[in-house]
């Protein structure tokens, strides 16, 4: 049982270039999830999907695209990237929040721009 | 202006002492869950309290969630250095969008 997979675990990228940071989850969840971390402002949330087809912006939106084309997988895609966008990247996934149910998380991306 | 303020942000204790975090917010959450991230790693659910007062357990840790559902405490008795890492509350507010919002987070370190 995988759980949630990202890849890739580190990237440099040079200002201005675009990428696709890649999230699978092979449980089923309906809620998936995209959260950058930051030296001491915890995780916060980019963007999230509460099925296929549907995707929402979350509380830092900006400079970041999502997709939800099928229930397993959930790409983070960065537009042109700057700076500030150095962070570390998680996804998560969840069968439902409204439950109380918890997000299992991926080991997380670690994300440099140049 | 983070959603849930965590204190204290950094922790440094002797094995075997008992310690208490606290994560508080003004906001009313319909669910608070707390995870334990090691270096490395993404963070992993430890406990969801959904019950205005609910208590639990986990060995040595108790969770406890405020009766307004406004705020939370982690209490681990007698830590040891496996106790060591980043302690993060999470909650689902009771209003708005059901998304889960991080509070700022507790470096616990419990030195041998």
């Known amino acids: 049982n995988a759980g949630v997979t990202q890849t890739p675990k580190f990237q440099v990228l040079k200002t201005g270039q675009s990428m696709t940071l890649q999230c699978a989850q092979d449980?089923?969840?309906?809620?998936m999830s995209w959260y950058r971390q930051d030296p001491g402002m915890g995780l916060r949330l980019i963007h999230y999907?509460?099925?296929?087809?549907?995707?929402d912006q979350g509380e830092v939106p900006n400079g970041y695209n999502v997709s939800r084309s099928t229930t397993e997988d959930f790409p983070l895609r960065l537009l042109s990237a700057a700076p500030s966008q150095t962070s570390v990247y998680f996804c998560?996934?969840?069968?439902?929040?409204?439950?109380?149910?918890?997000?299992?998380f991926g080991s997380g991306t670690r994300l440099t721009v140049v | 202006t983070q959603l849930l303020e965590q204190s204290p942000q950094f922790l440094s204790i002797q094995e075997g002492e008992n310690l208490t975090v606290y994560c508080n917010s003004s906001s009313v959450f319909s669910s608070l869950q707390w995870y334990r991230q090691e270096p490395g790693e993404g963070p992993v659910l430890l406990v969801t309290?959904?019950?205005?007062?609910e208590v639990k357990k986990l060995k040595r840790l108790t969770f406890q969630f405020g009766d307004a559902r406004k705020d939370s405490s982690l209490h681990i008795t007698a830590a040891q250095p496996g106790d060591t890492g980043l302690y993060l509350c999470a909650g689902v507010r009771e209003t708005g969008a059901n998304n889960l919002f991080f509070g700022t987070g507790t470096r616990l370190t419990v030195i041998p």
């Open positions: 998560a996934s969840s069968y439902s929040l409204s439950r109380g149910h918890g997000y299992t």
């Open positions: 309290v959904v019950t205005g007062g």
């Open positions: 999907s509460v099925g296929a087809g549907i995707t």
């Open positions: 449980m089923n969840h309906e809620y």
